[in-house]
C-alpha cells in the first residue's frame, strides 16, 4: 500500500461516553482502500462500539469519522449504505420471516428506488427493478454458496448458513467498506477456513474493502494486511500483523501483566 | 406460512378463481326462490367490508408489526366521511369513497408519528384510546350539526343503474367486490416489491433494516397512513351499504373484531383477510343461533349466552390452528405434498 495513499475510511479522535463510562476514547486509524483491516481485542475492548458509531448506530461524544473524504457523522443512519458503507451483526440480525433471496433483495434497498406509489400500480419500471434486483441478489447467493437455500425462510437455517446470507445481503449494496461483527463466532475450524477464503474473494472479486472485528486471533493474523488493537477503549497498537503481534503492550492486554 | 407467498406460482391462478366464485355468487339470485336471499347478499357485503377492514390491519400488525386496536376509529372516519359528504354535499356514494381513503390516510399518517415512538404493549395502549375516544367525539355537541350526534346520519341507499338489473343488495355487493378486489391487488403489489420488502423487514429486525438503507420513520408512518387509508374505505362502504352511521357503532368491540377477523384468517396473509372478513360475520351470527339450538334441543331453562359460545369457539379454533385458517391450509398443503412425494418414493 502507497505511504501517501489518501485513506478511504480515517477515524479521527473519536470518544464515546455511556454516562460514565468511557467506552472509546480518543481513537484514531486510517484504512486504505483494498486493505483488508482487522480490528482486535480484548472483551468490552469497546469493537463493536466503534462498529456503530462507523453505521452511526451511535453518536460519539467527540472526534470524527470520515468516509472518502466526507464527514459520516453528518449522514443519518439509513443513508449510511448510499454512501458505500455495509455492515454485518455479531448475533446475525436477518429478517427471519424472509427467505433467503428475499433477505438479500433487502440488502438492495439503497440502490434502487421504486416508491409506495409504483410499488402499489406494478409499474412497467418496478417490473424491471424486480428483475434486476433479484438477478444480482441471486449472483450473491451463488457467490456465497447459498443456491440451495434461496428460498429457504430465514428463520430455520443453520448459523453458519445465516452468516453467509447476512454478508450476502451487505454486498448487495455494492459497499465500498464492508463491517464484518465477528465473522467467526460460532463457526467450527473448517467453515472458518471457508470464511477465510470468502473474505479474500469478496476483496479481491467485488473489490470491497474490508474491516472486521474479530476474537479468531488465527484468521485476523492470516487474512488482515493491518490490524488495530483496542483495549479498554483506547488503541494501543496500529500496524501490519506480524508488527502487532510482537508489541509489549499487546502481549499484555491478551496476556495480562506478569505479577 | 413461507414469506415468499407472492412469487409462489399458482398465486395469480388461486386468486382468479377466488375472486370469480365470489363474483358468481350474486347471480344465484336469478335463479333461487328463497326469499331471505337479499339479506345473504347483505352479509356477504359484510363479509367483504369486515375483508377489507382486516387487510388494512395486516399491512400494519401482519407485515410491519405494529400493533393497533384503534382501527375502529378510522373505520369511523371513513364512514362518517362518506356520511357527510352525501348528506350535506349531496355527492354521489362512489365519489365519497377516495375521499374517504384520503382523510383516513392522513389521519393514520399523523397518528404515525406519536406511534414511532412507541412500540409493543405501549402502542396498543395508544391505539386503545383512539377506539374509546372516537365515539364520545362523534356525539361532541358542537360537531352534532354535522355527525347527527347520538342518533347518527341516516343515508338514503343507492339504487342500482337501471341496465343492469341487479337488486340493491346484489348491486351493493358487486360494489363491496370491486372495492375489495382493487384494493386487495394494490396490496398485493405493495408487498412483493421493494416497499414490501422494506415493510416486512423492519418487522423482523428494525436496527437491521435501517443499515440496510430503509427509512424507518417513513416507512411506518406511511404504513400506518395506508392501513388507515384501507380501513376507512371499508367503513365508507359500511356506511354505503347500511345507509346508517352511529357512534355506537364504532365501538372498541368494533376494533377487537377487526383484531380476531385477522387472527383467526391468518397473521401477514392477504387470502387470511377474506378468511376473517367472512369468520367475523358467521361466528358472530352462529353463535346466537347454536344458542338458540342449545336451549330448544335441551330443553334449558336459560339461554347460553351467545359471546361465551363465541368465546370457546374461539379458543378452540385457537388451539387447532395456531396460525389461522390460512396457516392451518397450508400447513395441510405442505403435509399433503410431502405425502405424496413419500409415496412416490
Not at chain 1, 462500539?49 to 451511535?58: E, G
Request: charged residues 15%; contains cysteine; hydrophobic residues 50%.
Amino acid at each position: 500500500m502507497a505511504e501517501n495513499a489518501t485513506p478511504l475510511l480515517s477515524v479521527r479522535g473519536v470518544t464515546l461516553r455511556f454516562g460514565g463510562v468511557v467506552a472509546l476514547d480518543n481513537v484514531s486509524f486510517d484504512v486504505m482502500p483494498g486493505q483488508i483491516a482487522g480490528l482486535i481485542g480484548p472483551n468490552g475492548a469497546g469493537k463493536t462500539t466503534l462498529f456503530n458509531c462507523l453505521s452511526r448506530l451511535y453518536q460519539p461524544s467527540a472526534g470524527e469519522i470520515t468516509f472518502e473524504g466526507q464527514s459520516v457523522l453528518a449522514v443519518p443512519r439509513h443513508k449510511i449504505p448510499m454512501i458505500g458503507i455495509g455492515r454485518t451483526f455479531q448475533n446475525v440480525a436477518l429478517f427471519d420471516r424472509l427467505t433467503v433471496l428475499e433477505n438479500v433483495m433487502v440488502g438492495r434497498h439503497s440502490r434502487t428506488s421504486a416508491g409506495f406509489v409504483e410499488n402499489a400500480l406494478r409499474l412497467p419500471s418496478v417490473g424491471r427493478e424486480e428483475a434486476a434486483v433479484r438477478v444480482k441478489a441471486l449472483e450473491l447467493i451463488e457467490f456465497m454458496n447459498l443456491t440451495a437455500f434461496t428460498d429457504r425462510v430465514a428463520a430455520g437455517l443453520p448459523f453458519p448458513i445465516r452468516k453467509r446470507v447476512e454478508l450476502a445481503r451487505a454486498l448487495a449494496a455494492e459497499p465500498k467498506l464492508l463491517l464484518l461483527d465477528e465473522p467467526a463466532a460460532g463457526l467450527n475450524h473448517d467453515e472458518v477456513h471457508t470464511l477465510e477464503g470468502q473474505i479474500r474473494r469478496v476483496r479481491d472479486v467485488q473489490g470491497v474493502t474490508v474491516l472486521l472485528v474479530e476474537h479468531h486471533m488465527s484468521l485476523v493474523m492470516s487474512v488482515s494486511d493491518k490490524v488495530v488493537v483496542v483495549n479498554f477503549g483506547r488503541k494501543i497498537a496500529d500496524g501490519r500483523p506480524d508488527e502487532v503481534r510482537q508489541n509489549p503492550d499487546v502481549i499484555r492486554a491478551y496476556l495480562g501483566t506478569a505479577a | 406460512m413461507t414469506a415468499n407467498w407472492a412469487n409462489k406460482r399458482g398465486v395469480g391462478a388461486g386468486a382468479l378463481l377466488a375472486w370469480a366464485g365470489l363474483a358468481l355468487l350474486p347471480l344465484i339470485g336469478f335463479i333461487t326462490e328463497n326469499t331471505s336471499f337479499d339479506y345473504y347478499m347483505y352479509m356477504g357485503q359484510s363479509m367483504l367490508i369486515y375483508a377489507i377492514a382486516v387487510l388494512g390491519l395486516n399491512l400494519l400488525i401482519g407485515f410491519n408489526g405494529q400493533i393497533s386496536l384503534g382501527h375502529s376509529a378510522f373505520f369511523a372516519l371513513g364512514a362518517y366521511t362518506t356520511a357527510i359528504l352525501m348528506n350535506f354535499g349531496g355527492w354521489p356514494y362512489w365519489a365519497t369513497l377516495p375521499v374517504a381513503a384520503v382523510v383516513c390516510f392522513l389521519a393514520g399518517l399523523a397518528f404515525g408519528f406519536p406511534a414511532l415512538k412507541l412500540e409493543g404493549h405501549y402502542l396498543a395502549l395508544a391505539t386503545f384510546t383512539l377506539a374509546i375516544a372516537m365515539p364520545q367525539l362523534l356525539k361532541y355537541k358542537a360537531i352534532a350539526g354535522w355527525t347527527g350526534g347520538v342518533g347518527g346520519v341516516l343515508l338514503d341507499k343507492p339504487d342500482p343503474p337501471e341496465w343492469t338489473g341487479l337488486s340493491a343488495d346484489q348491486f351493493l355487493y358487486y360494489l363491496c367486490l370491486f372495492c375489495a378486489m382493487v384494493l386487495f391487488w394494490l396490496v398485493f403489489n405493495l408487498l412483493r416489491g421493494r416497499s414490501g420488502r422494506a415493510i416486512m423487514a423492519i418487522r423482523d429486525h428494525t436496527m437491521a433494516a435501517s443499515t440496510m438503507g430503509i427509512d424507518i420513520a417513513r416507512y411506518k408512518t406511511v404504513a400506518f397512513g395506508i392501513s388507515a387509508g384501507i380501513t376507512g374505505i371499508a367503513g365508507a362502504l359500511s356506511a354505503i351499504t347500511v345507509a346508517y352511521v352511529a357512534p355506537d357503532s364504532f365501538t372498541l368491540q368494533l376494533s377487537i373484531s377487526f383484531l380476531v377477523g385477522l387472527v383467526v384468517g391468518g397473521i401477514a396473509s392477504l387470502p387470511g383477510c377474506l378468511i376473517g372478513g367472512a369468520f367475523i360475520v358467521l361466528v358472530q351470527n352462529s353463535a346466537q343461533s347454536i344458542s338458540d339450538w342449545m336451549k330448544g334441543t335441551f330443553a334449558l331453562r336459560y339461554d347460553v349466552p351467545a359471546w361465551a359460545i363465541y368465546g370457546v369457539l374461539l379458543l378452540a379454533l385457537m388451539y387447532v390452528l395456531p396460525d389461522g385458517i390460512a396457516g392451518g391450509c397450508a400447513r395441510i398443503r405442505a403435509w399433503w405434498t410431502t405425502r405424496g412425494r413419500r409415496e412416490a418414493q
